[in-house]
């Protein structure tokens, strides 16, 4: 069983939003901790973007405040990235993670 999968990814124009998911089946799962990176470019590191530091208390890169979130569900397990006014350099293969696993990683791509 994959322990994060992720979806919701896509082709948007700038401007427009877009909400990602990662969904966990992992024994002992907690969201605190639980994180969004991405990797604007082959070989590039990957950036964090945002998670749950712990309980409710969320954080996000401070160059993306006022455009990112993320939200969870606790019955589903699953956390959700929310990107509003997407601009191309936005454009990234996202992952999430949650201590040593990380998901497959999926494509955003902000384009006119």
């Known amino acids: 069983q994959v322990p994060l999968i992720e979806s919701g990814g896509g082709w948007v124009q700038p401007g427009g939003s877009l909400n990602l998911s990662c969904a966990a089946s992992i024994s002992n799962f907690r969201f605190d901790g639980m994180g969004w990176y991405r990797r604007t470019a082959p070989g590039r590191q990957r950036d964090w973007v945002a998670?749950?530091?712990?309980?409710?208390?969320?954080n996000v890169s401070p160059p993306l405040k006022g455009r990112f979130t993320v939200s969870k569900d606790t019955a589903k397990n699953t956390l959700y990235l929310h990107m509003n006014n997407l601009k191309p350099e936005d454009t990234a293969k996202y992952y999430c993670s949650q201590g040593m696993y990380w998901g497959q990683g999926i494509q955003v791509t902000v384009s006119s």
């Open positions: 998670g749950i530091l712990s309980g409710d208390n969320i």
